[in-house]
């Protein structure tokens, strides 16, 4: 028939609410440069840019406890905790004073770079997907819902690879808090239920290679293990 699906439907991807329920993911959008510790780490200039943003494929969401494989072309794997917010409520031009009525929950995120190809892309004035929106790159552990755990503004955020802690900072240290993100992104498009936020990383960033595992943690979210897998064939 005309109106068959030529194709098995593409199955949803889904995380873990914890207490109960899958949140469906619609979108993942990430902050670059979001805390002026890692704006000095990777000697960048300008520590109050407007932020500016970029997206991951939805199927690059891996649940906590899962091993990743190591990337295909990169020689550079390393990874960035990031505090995630979860969109709950549709909204275009959101006012900062209401943002936070759009954002349901929040989760322990670590976005992984290829960063190689990041700086490659960089240098040549081109889109940062090379580097940012590979396979498995978006680990992400279970949404705990602002009605349980409220909006944090502060708080540790950190990050060890095999027991030694490699990142830490506080939430209070980001240069755009989470009203203010959500706020810019809702003038550049329309946020939707399922969308995801992840909203950039402190200092201390670095390289992993197959057998390392990470744990990430933010305070009152708990924490993810991702553990590094071989090379990817």
Not at 136 to 152: D, E, M, N, Q, R
Not at 156 to 171: F, K, M
Not at 196 to 216: F, N, Q, R, S
Not at 228 to 233: C, N, Q, Y
């Amino acid at each position: 028939m005309a109106d068959q699906l030529i194709f098995p439907a593409i199955e949803p991807t889904v995380l873990p609410v914890a207490g109960g329920g899958l949140y469906p993911v619609r979108r993942i959008y990430c902050v670059g440069r979001n805390y002026v510790s890692h704006i000095r780490e990777m000697k960048e200039a300008d520590e109050r840019a407007p932020p500016f943003f970029f997206q991951k494929p939805r199927d690059a969401v891996v649940n906590d406890g899962a091993t990743v494989p190591y990337p295909p072309d990169t020689d550079d794997f390393q990874y960035e905790i990031e505090l995630v917010a979860a969109i709950g409520k549709d909204g275009r031009d959101i006012d900062v004073a209401k943002a936070l009525d759009h954002v349901w929950g929040y989760a322990v995120g670590i976005e992984l770079t290829r960063r190689d190809r990041q700086r490659d892309a960089r240098d040549l004035q081109l889109p940062w997907e090379a580097g940012k929106s590979f396979d498995h790159s978006a680990p992400c552990g279970p949404i705990y819902p602002a009605s349980k755990v409220g909006h944090p503004t502060a708080g540790s955020i950190t990050l060890a690879v095999n027991g030694a802690e490699h990142q830490r900072g506080d939430l209070k240290e980001m240069i755009w808090n989470v009203p203010e993100i959500v706020a810019q992104l809702s003038r550049q498009m329309t946020l939707r239920t399922g969308d995801l936020i992840m909203t950039g990383t402190p200092a201390g960033v670095g390289p992993v290679v197959p057998g390392d595992v990470m744990v990430g943690a933010v305070e009152g979210l708990g924490t993810i293990t991702i553990t590094v897998g071989d090379r990817a064939r």
